[in-house]
């Protein structure tokens, strides 16, 4: 086995799966989301909402 | 080839995981309504402690606001574990697998045939019908809302009595048909009907826990297919969009559970869709 076909086989054994580098940037995404919904005050929404009797989950309106 | 099946039996470990999520969730303390809990957990329950993900999805396209808070939550619970949240963590979840307990060892319907109904319901009524209509109508329909909410808010505020109307009675016969499915079907709501389901259902085929099962060693004895609270034979599809990530199937040593950063491109064993 040449050293060329050797070095791409180790290459490619190392090589982080494009699918796990997906995963990473989705859960980045996902923590830098998080954080700026708390800068244009979604989770002031999100009580104000929480904090009513809602009552379509009750099944009254 | 070595013949591999279940062999471990049931531990107990995820039904108490299961019983103290719902019990943090719903410990009555507000102090977390402003945190979205990542399971379904209506927020109007008199002991609820964070808010309802849906119910708050729906609240933002009511008001016609973008919930970043929201989406971003999704992206970072679903690229870590897929919808290992149906399987360990949602409360209503929970109760459908209490359920089963109790109906016939043999299930029916063990099929995912249907399963693409709960993206419908996510995309046609909590998102599209819902932005449109202006008012949140999955709640208006969601049993675990009925459960949990509608019931006991009755029976403590006796004033919202004489508000019950048809929507309030349709919601307890939903509930009543569902609980009977429940007993005789495993997960009927995670499977079919589920929004919240449907938004991390994507990511199981992405997020960096994954499933693999050693082709080397499984027998296709449907031992997995078995003790899946949804039915799965895990060793057709290891990723499927239907797993709850539950980890049953792990108790056959064919079937592990592997996190993506460490799995090698060149591994013999299984870890995406065929």
Request: proline fraction near 7%; charged fraction near 15%; glycine fraction near 8%.
């Amino acid at each position: 086995m040449g050293n060329a076909r050797l070095n791409r086989i180790t290459r490619n054994m190392t090589r982080v799966p494009a699918g796990t580098r997906l995963s990473w940037i989705l859960v980045a995404l996902g923590i830098a989301l998080l954080i700026a919904g708390g800068f244009v005050g979604d989770y002031g929404v999100i009580l104000a909402n929480a904090r009513t009797i809602c009552l379509s989950c009750m099944g009254i309106q | 080839m070595i013949a591999m099946a279940i062999t471990k039996r049931a531990s107990a470990r995820r039904t108490v995981i299961q019983a103290a999520s719902a019990a943090i969730v719903n410990s009555g303390l507000p102090a977390l309504k402003a945190c979205p809990f990542p399971g379904l957990n209506c927020y109007a329950c008199p002991l609820a402690s964070m808010a309802c993900p849906m119910g708050s999805l729906q609240n933002f396209l009511v008001l016609r606001r973008v919930p970043i808070a929201l989406v971003g939550l999704f992206a970072a619970v679903g690229g870590v574990v897929g919808r290992a949240v149906c399987g360990w963590a949602c409360p209503f979840g929970f109760i459908q697998d209490l359920l089963a307990r109790i109906g016939p060892r043999r299930k029916l319907l063990p099929t995912q045939k249907g399963s693409w109904m709960r993206y419908a319901m996510l995309i046609l009524v909590a998102l599209i019908a819902t932005y449109a209509v202006g008012a949140p109508l999955f709640c208006k329909i969601c049993p675990a809302g009925a459960l949990e909410a509608g019931i006991p808010q009755v029976i403590l505020r006796p004033g919202l009595r004489s508000l019950i109307g048809v929507l309030f009675w349709a919601k307890i016969v939903s509930l009543v048909l569902l609980v009977a499915a429940a007993i005789l079907i495993k997960r009927p709501f995670c499977r079919f009907l589920c929004p919240l389901g449907a938004v991390y259902s994507p990511f199981n085929k992405v997020s960096l826990m994954r499933l693999e099962v050693d082709d080397t060693t499984c027998t296709r004895c449907d031992g997995c297919k078995r003790v899946c609270p949804v039915d799965l034979a895990v060793y057709e599809h290891p990723n499927s969009d239907s797993c709850i990530r539950c980890l049953e199937c792990t108790r056959c040593p064919s079937v592990s559970v592997t996190w993506a950063h460490r799995s090698a491109p060149t591994s013999p064993v299984r870890t995406v869709e065929h």
